[in-house]
C-alpha cells in the first residue's frame, strides 16, 4: 500500500472511531475546533486595532485612578497577584509537570508520562512560535509589576498555564476512578489556569485580549492532546483505566 493510501486507511480508522465514541468526546472535538477558531477570531480583530480601546480600558481599570502604578485592593491582594502570576512561570509549570509526571510513572501510567512531556514541550514551541509571530508590543499605559523579556500576544503564561494544568488534569483524572475525583482534579486545573491569566492583566503586563487569546489556544492544544490519549487508550497503545465499578458509582 502506497503511502496515500496508508493515510486514507489512517483517517477512515480515526473518523470510524470518533463516530464510535460517547458525547464528551464529540463534545471536546467541538471545543477544539471553537478554541482555534476564538483565537482566529481574536486576532483578526487584534490585529486590525479594534480591541485597543476596550484592552486599554481593563487594564487602567485595573490601576488606581489616582495612581497608575498602584493596583486596585488592600495590599494582600497585590501579593496573591504576585504569587498566582507565579503559578504560571516557568519554575511553577515545570516543578508541577514533574511531579505529575511522577505519579503517573509511579502509578504505572509510563505511557502517559511521554504523552504529558510531549504535550508541554509542544505547547511550548508553540506559544514561542505565536509570539514571534504576532509580535505584539506589551502594555505601556501603566507600570508593569512583573519582570516580562517577550512580546504580548498571546499571553505565555496563560496559554501554558491552560496546557500544562488542563493537560495535567485530564491525565491525572483519567487514572483515577471516582467522578468526584475526576471533577475535582479538572476543578482545580480550571481554577488555576483562571487566576493566571486574571493576574496577568492585574500585574499590567498583558492585554485581556492577550489572556483570551492564550485561553483559546491552551485549551484548543490540552483537549486535543486528551482526545489522543484516548485514542491510544482504545487501541490499548497506553494503560486503560482500571475497571472498577464501585468505585466509579462514588
Not at 504523552?115 to 511550548?124: D, H, Q
Not at 506589551?138 to 493537560?167: C, D, N
Request: glycine share 8%.
Amino acid at each position: 500500500m502506497n503511502t496515500v493510501g496508508r493515510l486514507s486507511t489512517r483517517i477512515r480508522q480515526i473518523w470510524s472511531w470518533i463516530c464510535e465514541r460517547e458525547p464528551v468526546v464529540l463534545l471536546s472535538l467541538f471545543l477544539v475546533t471553537a478554541g482555534v477558531w476564538g483565537f482566529i477570531f481574536t486576532a483578526d480583530h487584534v490585529l486590525e486595532g479594534d480591541t485597543e480601546a476596550f484592552d486599554t480600558w481593563a487594564v487602567r481599570a485595573m490601576r488606581r485612578s489616582d495612581d497608575p502604578a498602584t493596583p486596585i485592593g488592600p495590599a494582600w491582594l497585590h501579593e496573591i497577584g504576585r504569587d498566582a502570576t507565579a503559578f504560571g512561570g516557568v519554575a511553577g509549570l515545570t516543578f508541577f509537570t514533574l511531579v505529575a509526571a511522577g505519579f503517573l510513572y509511579l502509578n504505572g501510567k509510563r505511557a502517559m508520562v511521554w504523552l504529558l512531556l510531549a504535550s508541554t514541550g509542544g505547547g511550548l514551541v508553540l506559544s514561542s512560535l505565536l509570539k514571534e509571530w504576532f509580535n505584539r508590543p506589551r502594555p505601556e499605559i501603566v507600570p508593569h509589576l512583573s519582570y516580562v523579556y517577550t512580546s504580548s500576544f498571546p499571553s505565555g503564561h496563560s496559554m501554558l498555564s491552560a496546557v500544562v494544568y488542563l493537560t495535567l488534569g485530564s491525565l491525572l483524572a483519567a487514572s483515577v476512578t471516582q467522578r468526584r475525583l475526576k471533577a475535582y482534579i479538572l476543578f482545580v486545573a480550571i481554577l488555576l489556569t483562571v487566576l493566571v491569566g486574571v493576574s496577568r492583566v492585574y500585574l499590567g503586563v498583558h492585554y485581556p485580549t492577550d489572556v483570551l487569546a492564550g485561553w483559546m489556544a491552551g485549551l484548543a492544544w490540552s483537549l486535543l492532546v486528551w482526545l489522543i490519549a484516548r485514542w491510544l487508550q482504545s487501541g490499548g497503545r497506553v494503560q486503560q483505566e482500571p475497571a472498577n465499578p464501585t468505585a466509579r458509582a462514588n
